[in-house]
């Protein structure tokens, strides 16, 4: 036979058939309580006939009614009285690699029509205030042009990084270090996430350009990432490719691409403007995720355990030591 719990005020009781006992005790006394009983053991009841009745006649029931009230806290104990609680939930972070081109065309002035700020300036203002949202998350940040560099592995130091971030600029164009290795970036941002036991890692991939060094092909740098289960969201920023005549749209397919096989999305902001809004989506897609509620059960059964035994102490004592003594 399986008997339902009892709840009241937040405590439940696991056994609540155990308070029949606490009924049979009240019976018990009620059924003592109409009994007649002498308040004084003795021979011949009529030496006391036309005494008043002192307040010890009077409390002859009391033990009975203190070790009655007893029972029934033991009882209560008994039935288990626990209180559900829930356990205090934590977020579950997500690992982010921030992996930004420094190619010499990041220099380029077209993010906003009226100061005219560079792509790389944009870019670089952008992921710090991107980064300094995630509080919950550790971040890293990784610079590519012809080759890829973790400049600062993932933290929850959003100074440190902001500081890393500051420091960045694109490299000149005249430089041995230009270029656009979209596959060795890819690549590096997985590896920088290869280790990390993040329910969910994500990369956030800026260029302003389509490949043009494949030391790593693009492909190649995808698979990588689906097999480490990393998702790529891209940024394809600016108007385009600068030429003689204005800006020549670009198709960025190797972002597209690497977007859409990883899980990701593809987004091509041309303005600062359009950046900020661009980071504003991402932050709304990756939210760092709520364990499963838990629950705990805290025993209550100290209190009644502790009045019923002192209630029936009490009873005892009253009972031998004032009640039946010897006046």
């Not at 719990?5 to 009620?30: K, R």
């Not at 003795?42 to 029931?61: D, W």
């Not at 499963?292 to 209190?303: E, S, T």
Request: glycine share 6%.
């Amino acid at each position: 036979m399986t008997f339902a719990s009892i709840e009241f005020d937040g405590w439940t009781l696991l056994d609540p058939w155990l308070l029949v006992i606490a009924v049979l005790f009240v019976l018990a006394a009620m059924w003592r309580q109409w009994q007649p009983r002498a308040a004084l053991p003795s021979a011949q009841t009529q030496l006391f006939a036309g005494l008043p009745r002192t307040l010890r006649t009077r409390c002859v029931h009391l033990p009975l009614w203190l070790s009655t009230m007893g029972a029934m806290a033991l009882s209560l104990a008994v039935a288990r009285p626990v209180r559900r609680e829930v356990v205090p939930q934590h977020e579950q972070g997500i690992d982010i690699v921030l992996t930004i081109d420094i190619s010499s065309s990041m220099g380029v002035e077209d993010t906003d029509d009226s100061k005219r700020p560079r792509r790389i300036d944009a870019a670089r203002e952008r992921a710090t205030e991107f980064a300094a949202s995630r509080t919950k998350d550790r971040v890293a940040f990784v610079a590519f042009s012809r080759y890829a560099e973790l400049r600062c592995p993932p933290t929850l130091d959003e100074e440190a990084l902001a500081a890393f971030l500051k420091s960045t600029d694109a490299v000149p164009g005249d430089s041995e270090l230009d270029g656009t290795a979209i596959g060795v970036a890819i690549a590096k941002s997985v590896k920088v996430l290869e280790t990390s036991d993040a329910k969910s890692r994500v990369v956030v991939l800026l260029s302003d350009g389509e490949t043009t060094v494949r030391t790593i092909e693009v492909e190649e740098a995808i698979k990588l990432a689906v097999d480490a289960k990393v998702r790529i969201h891209t940024i394809g920023l600016g108007r385009g490719q600068p030429s003689p005549f204005g800006f020549r749209p670009l198709e960025f397919s190797d972002l597209k691409s690497a977007a859409e096989k990883t899980g990701g999305r593809f987004f091509q902001p041309k303005t600062d403007r359009d950046l900020a809004e661009v980071y504003a989506d991402i932050d709304r897609l990756e939210k760092s995720e709520l364990e499963d509620p838990r629950y705990r059960y805290v025993d209550g059964f100290a209190w009644p355990l502790g009045i019923g035994l002192l209630a029936v102490l009490l009873a005892l004592l009253l009972e031998v030591l004032w009640i039946r003594g010897a006046p």
